[in-house]
Nanobody, 123 residues
Framework: QVQLVESGGGLVQAGGSLRLSCAAS????????MGWFRQAPGKEREFVAI????????GYAESVKGRFTISRDNAKNMVYLQMNSLKPEDTAVYYC????????????????WGQGTQVTVSS
């Protein structure tokens, strides 16, 4: 069965960096677009970043553009989110998600989700 497992979350000071990882299994990884989404308490799950199947294209929410970088390694079935210049408003549970074919920015279009990893940015 399909499984996505995030790791790398934690507590970091404002201005710091974290790298999130997502390990995928049970699917032909290269056939799936991948996305990162986040959800803060009392807020809707929101789009963070997307990447195409062969890493030929990426997209970012305006709030993270220039600070976050999504990447993938199809040989390792891994997707990453490098987060730099973190702000307290980045605090949320971060989820990776998989969608067969092309990426979109709407969470409901993704069929598979990880369990999430907590990112807390302190001031």
């Amino acid at each position: 069965q399909v499984q996505l497992v995030e790791s790398g979350g934690g507590l970091v000071q404002a201005g710091g960096s974290l790298r999130l990882s997502c390990a995928a299994s049970g699917l032909t990884f290269s056939a799936y677009a991948m996305g990162w989404f986040r959800q803060a308490p009392g807020k809707e799950r929101e789009f963070v970043a997307i990447i195409t199947r062969s890493a030929g294209g990426t997209g970012y929410a305006e709030s993270v553009k220039g600070r976050f970088t999504i990447s993938r390694d199809n040989a390792k079935n891994m997707v990453y989110l490098q987060m730099n210049s973190l702000k307290p408003e980045d605090t949320a549970v971060y989820y990776c998600a998989a969608r067969r074919g092309s990426p979109v920015i709407t969470a409901y279009d993704y069929a598979y989700w990880g369990q999430g990893t907590q990112v807390t940015v302190s001031s």
